[in-house]
T-cell receptor, first 113, second 114 residues
Framework: DQQVKQNSPSLSVQEGRISILNCDYT??????FLWYKKYPAEGPTFLIS?????DKNEDGRFTVFLNKSAKHLSLHIVPSQPGDSAVYFC????????????FGKGTKLSVIP | DGGITQSPKYLFRKEGQNVTLSCEQN?????MYWYRQDPGQGLRLIYY???????QKGDIAEGYSVSREKKESFPLTVTSAQKNPTAFYLC?????????????FGPGTRLTVL
């Protein structure tokens, strides 16, 4: 049973346009969410996070939106750059002292020059 | 400089052999984690440890073992009981000061069983 779902395995976007990556979750106990970026044969790097007490968090070109009622979050990248081409993982944690994260399967973003 | 190191980058083993993957961190993080990534899959948790001399099974612990004798080190042994060990293994660490603490990853080890 997948508790964190990224339903789009891949996404192609033109350079300079907006990239929107989506993530859905089923576990109501999740109260914080993270996005990681991963290049092939490397470890994921942390991008941005959001706590359930917020509905938006922004860091430069990256913005994460959280819709708790829909159990949905999205990562917006504006403007998209070729260097953003990577696999993006959504992760969720319950924060109840366990510090565990549950990951989605990832979305491969390709930014076309 | 601070970070998480994993060695080796690539590892080959013969079927039936045990192999140990190294993970070291100098970030002074209390918690450490081992994940496995397979093609087209997310990261699946193998084991985690929130404090020295204590560790817990994750979602796919069968065929793996760990130890946490030092805060900085969390080695993973892939035993011969692991039926499909070929995968990309990722180690992570993170503080445990607040419930929203982030995990930080090492560069990974690609294990191939011949």
């Amino acid at each position: 049973d997948q508790q964190v779902k990224q339903n789009s395995p891949s996404l192609s976007v033109q350079e300079g346009r907006i990239s929107i990556l989506n993530c859905d979750y089923t576990n109501s106990m999740f109260d914080y969410f993270l996005w990681y970026k991963k290049y092939p044969a490397e470890g994921p790097t942390f991008l941005i996070s959001i706590s359930s007490i917020k509905d938006k968090n922004e860091d430069g070109r990256f913005t994460v939106f959280l819709n708790k009622s829909a159990k949905h979050l999205s990562l917006h990248i504006v403007p998209s750059q070729p260097g953003d081409s990577a696999v993006y993982f959504c992760a969720a944690g319950s924060g109840a002292g366990s510090y565990q994260l549950t990951f989605g399967k990832g979305t491969k973003l390709s930014v076309i020059p | 400089d601070g970070g998480i190191t994993q060695s080796p980058k690539y590892l080959f083993r013969k079927e039936g052999q045990n192999v140990t993957l190294s993970c070291e961190q100098n970030l002074n993080h209390d918690a450490m984690y081992w994940y496995r990534q397979d093609p087209g899959q997310g990261l699946r948790l193998i084991y985690y440890s929130q404090i020295v001399n204590d560790f817990q099974k994750g979602d796919i612990a069968e065929g793996y073992s760990v130890s946490r004798e030092k805060k900085e080190s969390f080695p993973l042994t892939v035993t011969s009981a692991q039926k499909n060990p070929t995968a990309f293994y990722l180690c992570a660490s993170g503080p445990t000061t607040v419930s929203t603490d982030t995990q930080y990853f090492g560069p990974g080890t690609r294990l191939t069983v011949l």
